[in-house]
């Protein structure tokens, strides 16, 4: 049976707890383990935070809309932005060995999630969907 959750959220750092505070327990209910649902969050948590820094250049005005839908074999949250389009062949992680902050999240997305996808095919904005297979961990540790 396919479950759907959706939010929108402002484009203020502050509200992203409502984000993480959603999620959590879907990705507990969807089956995955406490450990697995945390880095399920704080993947989703980096992407939001990504979308109000790069798509609207750190303007809190904005809004983001996040739906999750658990489905019979996997887990999915897309996040819808109308920033700035992101030039998706463009992403890429940051080298492991340069160390310094910042610049991993894309890194830590594509360990947590299986599928990391960026649609920038409507209008303004973009679409990212991250898809997690249920039964698969990601990210060791």
């Known amino acids: 049976m396919m479950e759907v959750v959706a939010l929108t959220v402002p484009s203020h750092p502050k509200f992203l707890y409502i984000v993480r505070n959603v999620v959590y327990p879907l990705a507990l209910n969807s089956g995955f383990s406490k450990k697995e649902a945390r ?14 820094k790069y798509a609207y250049a750190g303007d809190t005005t904005k809004t983001i809309s996040v739906t999750v839908t658990n489905e019979t074999d996997h887990l999915s949250v897309r996040l819808i932005d109308l920033g700035r389009k992101v030039e998706a062949a463009k992403i890429a992680p940051r080298d492991l060995d340069d160390v310094r902050p910042g610049g991993l999240g894309t ?23 991250l898809l997690k297979k249920k039964g698969t961990t990601g990210l060791s540790a």
């Open 39 to 52: 880095k399920i969050v704080l993947a989703v948590d980096e992407a939001c935070s990504n979308i109000i």
């Open 107 to 129: 890194h830590f997305m594509g360990e947590v999630f299986d599928t990391v996808d960026y649609d920038t095919g409507q209008e303004q904005g973009t679409v990212l969907t």
